[in-house]
């Protein structure tokens, strides 16, 4: 009777085991067969080519491909701020490229942190402040405000130039303020388009060092672009991409 108990208690303990690591396999964004066409003048531009990706929890993932092979398109995909011509894009469960504009703006905003090339501070506000702001604009309570800017700053190592504004700051350093301001809602997934393109190696260097950091403490994934064949090691996954589609 005993051993019946104890073999109970290790298929359920199997189970549980098995759950955990199904769920850890569930992509956080999956991409089916993914076009996207324009129209220019009388002709049709085809600029995504039945795109297949996934991108999983806690994972780096590095979209590879030269100036015009349609990678910035498809991030702009990911990320809702353009539809796909055919195919879906699924995320963290739902059907994102098949909501209204409302709902995938409701999910951004919640969800998403989304980092740029340029940077995209606001020029006369403090880090401190650009931080702050990204936490109201997500509807973040007042009584968080303090400490998640203290600790998203703290994290991409900027404690002592927190109250220095954009022009005060080096490259390097205003990419870490944009990055500490993209995880202050606690998003799932970071999209990042070139962002150590303005860097020199020693900055990228550290931007990647910032982002595995982030992925391992704030528990997010990150989608990024870039042609920078010096960073591409660190990469969970690289996609290469060449004239609309993965190689």
């Known amino acids: 009777m005993e051993e019946l108990h104890d073999s109970a208690h290790m298929a359920a303990d199997i189970a549980v085991e098995e759950t955990a690591l199904d769920s850890s396999r569930t992509a956080l964004l999956t991409v ?17 080519k039945g795109i297949q990706m996934e991108v999983h929890p806690n994972q780096l993932v590095m979209l590879k491909g030269r100036s015009g092979s349609g990678k ?86 900027l404690e002592k130039r927190m109250h220095h504004r954009p022009f005060e700051l080096s490259g390097g350093e205003q990419q870490r303020v944009a990055i500490a301001k993209a995880i202050a809602h606690k998003p799932l997934l970071l999209l990042a388009d070139e962002p150590t393109a303005e860097l020199d190696t020693g900055m990228s260097a550290q931007i990647m060092s910032v ?36 190689m």
């Not at 501070?121 to 402040?129: C, G, I, T, Y």
């Not at 950091?213 to 672009?225: A, G, K, L, Q, W």
Request: contains cysteine; negative net charge.
């Open 72 to 157: 910035t398109t498809l991030l702009n995909c990911l990320g809702g701020l353009d539809t796909p011509s055919k195919g879906e894009i699924l995320f963290n469960g739902l059907t994102f490229s098949k909501m209204s504009d409302d709902e995938r703006t409701q999910v951004r905003r919640k969800e998403m942190g989304f980092i740029f090339q340029a940077f995209a501070l606001m020029p006369l506000l403090s880090a401190w402040e650009n931080v702050e702001l990204s936490l109201r604009m997500a509807g973040a309570p007042r009584s968080e405000w303090k400490g998640r800017v203290e600790q998203c700053l703290e994290l991409v190592g």
């Open 32 to 48: 089916n067969q993914v076009e996207r066409m324009f129209q220019v003048g009388g002709n049709t531009l085809h600029v995504l």
């Open 211 to 246: 982002f595995q950091t982030i992925i391992r403490t704030e528990n997010v994934s990150i989608c990024m672009t870039t042609h920078d064949p010096t960073i591409l090691e660190v990469a969970d996954h690289v996609y290469e991409m060449v004239d609309g589609k993965f």
